[in-house]
């Protein structure tokens, strides 16, 4: 007879363990951890107990996340027997891994389904519209007749995921694989008109209707900026997001765009814009954590995708120039994207080749869809300014004399 509040976490990776699996153990649920690296699953089961560490500007603690096991996911009936009864579900698997493991939630979804057990999901993906492609993969791998049933029994909870968790080396795991570095920034808005069940009381959980302002907020505030961050850090040779931020010809360009993606959301929402700003400074000051030792390469990487058209840099292009705010700073970003290599990063390597290739206009064309004339001649003068190894401190002023000129004012 199960007699304690079961959790289920789909994947146990940075975010599964160091944000998600961490509420809800300290919420009282046992969290069953499900993934395919074996080595994660096996000391997850040995340990029954991972250590987290808050990263602060003035120091670290370190956490206990207790009640928690692991499970290999490797087939659909592994996975359907721990979703028959749990309480609550969430998913941190990578927006590209969602497509691999539809058909093994599918099978946990049909259990639900024929059991009239409704069951919710949180998403914690970044990826405008999550629920609605999720459910899309779901169901190609469900019997017809479940579709007109699904939104009945199953709750696709969108979630911003705000915090900030670098990728794990082998000095910063100090011997144990399932230790890992958070900040201490911790909430988790998600959208309240998803559930299907009662809202289950999780520990900083915050649920909003309409929640389209959040997953926004997320994408083309502190998504755009944080790629930002990394691409012109890149071009300047930092190693690490937190020297980028503090490089005041890379802050002044970063925050601006922010402004802009902020005016944006204010207009598109009917959102307060001063709350917006002060969410702007804040990430900023997020940003400089050098506790967190997050990377440019990790920040930056994958290029092809953080350039889709509704994805962090093109998506707030997008946002802004609908409301005719200057976006000269957002085509920065755009610009230094191209350039971006990375390290062991093929789909960055691709885009970066194309665009030396076949030029900048069939780039934004290819990787962003964008293909009016003037964004795509701001795009071609910025690139060939830092192509050309301009200082970044002459191109910022060029940006921010630009910006000032055609200033909207809220």
Known sequence: MKTAKKAVMYGAGNIGRGFIGQLFSESGYEVAFIDINEKVIDALNRDREYP??????????????KRVRGVLGTTP???????KDCDIMATALGVNVLKYVAKNLAAGIKQRIDAKKPIDIIICENLLDADKYLKGLILKELPESYAAVFDRYVGLVEASIGRMVPVMDENMQAGNILRVYVEEYGYLPV????FKNPIPKIKNLY???PFGLFIQRKLFMHNMSHALTAYLGALKGYAYIADAIGDAGIENIVYAALVRSAQGLSIKHGADINALLAHASNLIYRFKN??????????GRDTQRKLFENDRLTGALNLVKKHKIPSVCLCAGIAAALLFTGENDAASAEVCAHTRSAGVQSALEKYCRIDDRETVKTVEKIYADFASGKPLSEIGAYLLEVENKSATII
Do not use: F, Q
Not at 77 to 83: F, G, L
Not at 290 to 299: C, F, I, M, Q, S
């Open 191 to 194: 959208d309240k008109a998803a």
């Open 290 to 299: 050098k506790g967190l030792r997050d990377t440019v390469a990790r920040v």
């Open 52 to 65: 987290v560490v808050i990263v602060r500007p003035d120091g670290i603690e370190e956490l206990s996340v």
């Open 207 to 209: 649920p909003y209707a």
């Open 77 to 83: 009936e592994i996975v359907a027997a721990e979703m």
